[in-house]
């Protein structure tokens, strides 16, 4: 069984540029959800799918998006980068619903924006 | 406003010592984790605690939630470097969006 994967796990981009992030889940997780993680700040949720569609949003603006395929993998995309966007991000799966299910994180990516 | 305070913010001690972290908030919570994120990786679930008052032991690590469910600790026993990281304490569970506190970076000198 493997575990949550994430790809790449370094990346730089340039402000204004558009940048997609890759998430495999555990096997048979079917819930991936998509944190922030500033330098020094705890994980910020920014949303979550659930059977491919979204189950939850945070506060962060319509630029993030995301997807989940037939697979259950995850991408989240990021528009209009800007300096502010620079942190790791981090993806966690889960099975199905339900009080007590755990959450399973990847390794993250590591964003910088210059 | 942080839901969930946390401290100290950072911490250095001897390996060998005692430690304390706290976790607080001013709202009451049905659960309350903590998670360990070492450099590189993303946070591993440590504990679960649910019932007020309830302490959970792991290992070396002892955890307590607060009587009224609205702050925590974790305590370690005879740090060892090793146990150097980020601690956080989250709410939330599964499913649910899990919401962390401001952690507290844990720096184990040997």
């Known amino acids: 069984e493997t575990g949550v994967t994430q790809s790449p796990t370094h990346l730089i981009k340039t402000r204004g540029q558009q940048v997609t992030l890759r998430c495999s889940s555990q096997?048979?997780?079917?819930?991936v959800s998509w944190y922030q993680q500033a330098l020094g700040q705890g994980p910020q949720f920014i949303f979550q799918?659930?059977?491919?569609?979204?189950?939850g949003r945070g506060n962060f603006p319509p630029r993030f998006s995301g997807l989940q395929f037939p697979n259950y993998s995850s991408e989240l995309n990021v528009n209009a980068l800007e300096l502010d966007d620079s942190a790791l991000y981090l993806c966690a799966s889960s099975l199905g619903q339900g009080w007590g299910t755990e959450a399973f994180f990847g390794q993250g990516t590591r964003l910088t924006v210059v | 406003t942080q839901l969930l305070e946390q401290s100290p913010q950072f911490l250095s001690i001897q390996e060998g010592e005692n430690l304390t972290v706290y976790c607080n908030s001013s709202?009451?919570?049905?659960?309350l984790q903590w998670y360990r994120q070492e450099p590189g990786e993303g946070p591993v679930l440590l504990v679960t605690?649910?019932?007020?008052?309830e302490v959970k032991k792991l290992k070396r690590l002892t955890f307590q939630f607060g009587d009224a469910r609205k702050d925590s600790s974790l305590h370690i026993t005879a740090a060892q470097p090793g146990d150097t990281g980020l601690y956080l304490c989250?709410?939330?569970?599964?499913?649910?969006?899990?919401?962390f506190g401001t952690g507290t970076r844990l720096t184990i000198i040997p």
């Open positions: 989250a709410t939330g569970w599964g499913n649910e969006k899990l919401t």
């Open positions: 709202s009451v919570f049905s659960s």
């Open positions: 605690v649910v019932t007020g008052g």
């Open positions: 799918y659930y059977r491919e569609e979204e189950n």
């Open positions: 096997s048979g997780h079917n819930t």
